[in-house]
T-cell receptor, first 115, second 114 residues
Framework: DQQVKQNSPSLSVQEGRISILNCDYT??????FLWYKKYPAEGPTFLIS?????DKNEDGRFTVFLNKSAKHLSLHIVPSQPGDSAVYFC??????????????FGKGTKLSVKP | NAGVTQTPKFRILKIGQSMTLQCTQD?????MYWYRQDPGMGLKLIYY???????DKGEVPNGYNVSRSTTEDFPLRLELAAPSQTSVYFC?????????????FGEGSWLTVV
């Protein structure tokens, strides 16, 4: 039973346009969300996060939107660049034995930005 | 500026063999984690540790063991390797919790069990 869902395995976007990556979650106890970016043969790297007390968080070209009532969040990349081509994971911390340091990941969306 | 270092990067094991994936971090982080990623799937937590001498199970611990004798090192032991353990393994560390995005991942170890 997936608690964090990324239903689009892949997304292709033209350079300079907007990329929108979606994520849905089922666990209403989640109160913090993170996006990680992963290049081939590398480990994931942190991109941006959002707390449930906010509905938007912006960092340069990256903006994450949170809709708590719909249990949905999205990552917007504007403008998209070829170097943004990677797999993007949505994740949420879950409490294992009192440790909130553990993440539940979605399956990821592979973004391809074409020049 | 090493961060989280995992060895080996690639390994092929025969069914029933055992091996240890090594992980070390030089950031003095308290928390360390082992995740696995199967093709087309997200990362799943195997084991984690909140400090030296303390370890606990994650979502998919069966077939694995860990130890944490020092702050820096968190080896993952595979006993009696099975084809289902073919995966990419990521070690990670953080100072406190994942809130704030402070989890740092290693580059991954590709393991194939044949």
């Amino acid at each position: 039973d997936q608690q964090v869902k990324q239903n689009s395995p892949s997304l292709s976007v033209q350079e300079g346009r907007i990329s929108i990556l979606n994520c849905d979650y089922t666990n209403s106890m989640f109160d913090y969300f993170l996006w990680y970016k992963k290049y081939p043969a590398e480990g994931p790297t942190f991109l941006i996060s959002i707390s449930s007390i906010k509905d938007k968080n912006e960092d340069g070209r990256f903006t994450v939107f949170l809709n708590k009532s719909a249990k949905h969040l999205s990552l917007h990349i504007v403008p998209s660049q070829p170097g943004d081509s990677a797999v993007y994971f949505c994740a949420a911390p879950i409490n294992y034995g009192g440790s909130q340091g553990n993440l539940i990941f979605g399956k990821g969306t592979k973004l391809s930005v074409k020049p | 500026n090493a961060g989280v270092t995992q060895t080996p990067k690639f390994r092929i094991l025969k069914i029933g063999q055992s091996m240890t994936l090594q992980c070390t971090q030089d950031m003095n982080h308290n928390y360390m984690y082992w995740y696995r990623q199967d093709p087309g799937m997200g990362l799943k937590l195997i084991y984690y540790s909140v400090g030296a001498g303390i370890t606990d199970k994650g979502e998919v611990p069966n077939g694995y063991n860990v130890s944490r004798s020092t702050t820096e090192d968190f080896p993952l032991r595979l006993e009696l390797a099975a084809p289902s353990q073919t995966s990419v393994y990521f070690c990670a560390s953080s100072y406190m919790t994942a809130v704030g995005g402070t989890i740092y991942f290693g580059e991954g170890s590709w393991l194939t069990v044949v």
